[in-house]
T-cell receptor, first 110, second 114 residues
């Protein structure tokens, strides 16, 4: 069966520091992968999605970037974090009719 | 521009009674709707979905109703159990888009009291 791994679970970073969150998927090939963010009091917002290696689509303008160096690896990055980047970040893959989510990373920028 | 709205931030229900969670949408291109359940510090898990060609879908204690003309859907949980206490997200997908490209509502916190 397919599984999705996301780490770390929690992260506290100072403003201006870099960020790298990693997501890997097992048990499937060429998955569609997604990064979502849930800000405080908000729903989940789609940030990026990828339909293949090196293919990234950005949904909203922001301070973050994404990369897909391997088929089952999706990375969310920032060169300099802002306070507004705080939130709960979720990686997901889509198949059939739904999206399957990882456990999420709670990022607090201080 | 909030295309999917859950106007009730929270709902409190007694165990054994019905829980009704509501969701409204504005985008006529949405043709598939999903409900997710989320516990604190965890990712959302899929609960139930409905295609726009249907008006009802049932799975055990969970039933989703879709009213296309009103652009409204609801999730009914009968009977409600304390373990159902969680945040419930409504999500929608536009036709022709990739599977995981969803627009979510803000979520409703459901609390089921024993």
């Amino acid at each position: 069966s397919q599984t999705i791994h996301q780490w770390p679970a929690t992260l506290v970073q100072p403003v201006g520091s870099p960020l790298s969150l990693e997501c890997t998927v097992e048990g499937t090939s060429n998955p569609n992968l997604y990064w979502y963010r849930q800000a405080a009091g908000r729903g989940l917002q789609l940030l990026f999605y990828s339909v293949g290696i090196g293919q990234i689509s950005s949904e909203v303008p922001q301070n973050l970037s994404a990369s897909r160096p391997q088929d089952r690896q999706f990375i969310l990055s920032s060169k300099k974090l802002l306070l507004s980047d705080s939130g709960f970040y979720l990686c997901a893959w889509g198949e059939d009719t739904e999206a399957f989510f990882g456990q999420g990373t709670r990022l607090t920028v201080v | 521009d909030q295309q999917v709205k859950q106007n009730s931030p929270s709902l409190s229900v007694q165990e054994g009674r019905i829980s009704i969670l509501n969701c409204d949408y504005t985008n006529s291109m949405f043709d598939y709707f999903l409900w997710y359940k989320k516990y604190p510090a965890e990712g959302p898990t899929f609960l139930i979905s409905i295609s726009s060609i249907k008006d009802k879908n049932e799975d055990g204690r969970f039933t989703v109703f879709l009213n296309k003309s009103a652009k409204h859907l609801s999730l009914h949980i009968v009977p409600s159990q304390p373990g159902d206490s969680a945040v419930y997200f409504c999500a929608a997908r536009a036709g022709g888009t990739s599977y995981g490209k969803l627009t979510f509502g803000q979520g409703t916190i459901l609390t089921v009291h024993p």
